[in-house]
């Protein structure tokens, strides 16, 4: 199983950027495809997750009405549209996949659940 993001880069404060996530390996019949984010001397923060079978998504509040999760089921690809970007947003980007269940609303956000990890993409956004 291998995930690969990108799209991550420089941006300045109020700006969009969309990052993807290319899941191989897997199937989106079976898992649930989140992003993470850390910044320095952060905890890891569950921003959002998306379970493809279904279409449902889950979003933290620090981003609700921000960002967007969508995903490409022919593609094995998650986006996150990222608008009205602000400093605070700044950290690494990671998606990862945790086995779809009942209880993935309750434990989305919950990163030891989470079974595969990409690799990470910096998120910089500029005051």
């Known amino acids: 199983v291998q995930l690969v993001e990108s799209g991550g880069g420089l941006v300045q404060a109020g700006g969009s950027l969309k990052l993807s996530c290319v899941a191989s390996g897997l199937s989106f019949d079976d898992y649930a495809i989140g992003w993470f984010r850390q910044a320095p001397g952060k905890e890891r923060e569950g921003v959002s997750c998306i379970a493809p079978i279904d279409s449902s998504t889950y979003y933290s509040d620090s981003v609700k009405g921000r960002f967007t999760i969508s995903s490409d089921n022919a593609k094995n690809t998650v986006y996150l549209q990222m608008n009205s970007l602000k400093p605070e947003d700044t950290a690494v980007y990671y998606c990862?996949?945790?086995?779809?269940?009942?209880?993935?609303?309750?434990?989305?956000?919950?990163?030891?659940?989470?079974?595969?990890w990409g690799q990470g993409t910096q998120v910089i956004v500029s005051a």
């Open positions: 990862a996949a945790i086995v779809d269940r009942v209880t993935l609303k309750i434990m989305w956000q919950t990163s030891d659940e989470y079974e595969y």
